[in-house]
């Protein structure tokens, strides 16, 4: 019994794995896994009126959800103004902030393979869903 259980969580698990997270270190490793890219997200999610757009023009949309489903990965780096965040997830985005975002934009967008080397960086500029989608898959 344990034996099938261990062979599903490495076989199985990695495709079960929801495509959207807060944390840098599981997104990378299932990047890896899967070979997919990384769409690292800048977001003040409870302050900044165009991410909070971002999030309901795209994040939500159902043709993003699948293409992002199917084509790669979703990582956000929240910065909240009245959120509550644990000290680690603080510290986390930090330090991507640092390494990706110097400038403190928002929203922005960086798209990474699964080794971390940028493969573009992307301002959200009011587009829909579908035409974002369409961004994305031009760079890889």
Known sequence: MKYSLLIFSFLIAPFCYS?????????????????????LIFSGSDWCQPCIRFEKKILTDTAFITFSNKSIFVLTADFPQRKKQSSSLIGQNEQLAKL???????????????????IHTITYTNEDAVSFINLIRGYF
Request: glycine share 2%; hydrophobic share 40%.
């Open 19 to 39: 495509q959207y997270s807060e944390n840098a270190d599981e997104v990378f490793s299932h990047a890896k896994q899967l070979n997919k890219p990384v769409l």
């Open 100 to 118: 990706y975002n110097p400038h403190g934009l928002f929203p922005f967008m960086v798209l990474l393979n699964p080794e971390k080397k940028i």
